[in-house]
């Protein structure tokens, strides 16, 4: 199968490649690539769920149609700010034939790749490293085994289990992206955070953002605290062992004194977009001007105040 023509790129990415005219108040530091031609998942949260590959959006951001070649031409001279490419895809029967390609029609730009898959193409995950990507993104999303069914529509039993194998022998390449807010208790998404950086991966927190018009995002204190949970945890700073639970397992501590939670949180980097190395994403999850889910940016020392009084932990 040939490489198409067109691509769609994030509306972000556009602007950087200067390939839209438009202004831009955060530039991506990653070129957000999507090629799907259709995707056999069922995600609850996704536009282009079932098929719809007509849908120009992925979370709450616009992708235009662009030529391929001229991005390609555009990343390998003139990257500016972008220091990372990320190719999401859909799953599609033709991705074991076609990612090849794009990696070895992408490698010649320099710049570090990564790619996101569904959990059912975990089989993929090997030789698609092998063929020169740096990190591979894997939207899990949901934490446990009913919220998986009920937006992935997909048994826990099977993919968890193939996940924590593939984490056991490609850790440190591996990003999980899990979805705060589709229904998981904080202990219960922790529980899975926890599991990946133990077994060595890496997770890219995404805040859950109704695009179709459905639910509503999470709550913003609990979700600074997992925020704060996979930073300090990923750090070394804080064990699972020592973190406390209220029964309706909201977190109430981190097992750490006051000041050296403050200490460990004071560059604001627990409240910055995670995932692989610059990944900013910037306003996936965002409204320009509303609340900063995931910061794309370094925070300001009065955000940084900000976000840490939004954790609410008792005294
Ligand atoms: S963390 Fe960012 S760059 Fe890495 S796979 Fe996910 S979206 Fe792509």
Redesign the pocket.
Known sequence: MPLPETIRVSFGTAITLGLRQARQEVAPT?A?LLWDPGCRGSCSFCPRAGGNAGSDRLSRIAWPEVPWAEVVGRLASRPGPLR?I?L?TGWNDGAAATLPLFIAALRPTGLPL???LHPAQLPLVGELLAAGLD???LGLDAAGPATYQRHKGRPWDADWPALRDALDRHGPRL?I?LIYGLGDTERAFLEVVEAVLARGGLV?LFAFTPARGRGSPPPLDAWRRVQAFRHLRLLGALRWEDCRFAADGRLVSFGLAPDRLAAALADGKAFQTS??PD?N?PFYNERPGGIMYNFPRPLTPAEVRQAVADLHLPE
């Open positions: 990653t957000y990372r990320c999401q990564s790619l996101t990190h591979l993104g990003e992206h890219a995932g692989c990944c994403r």
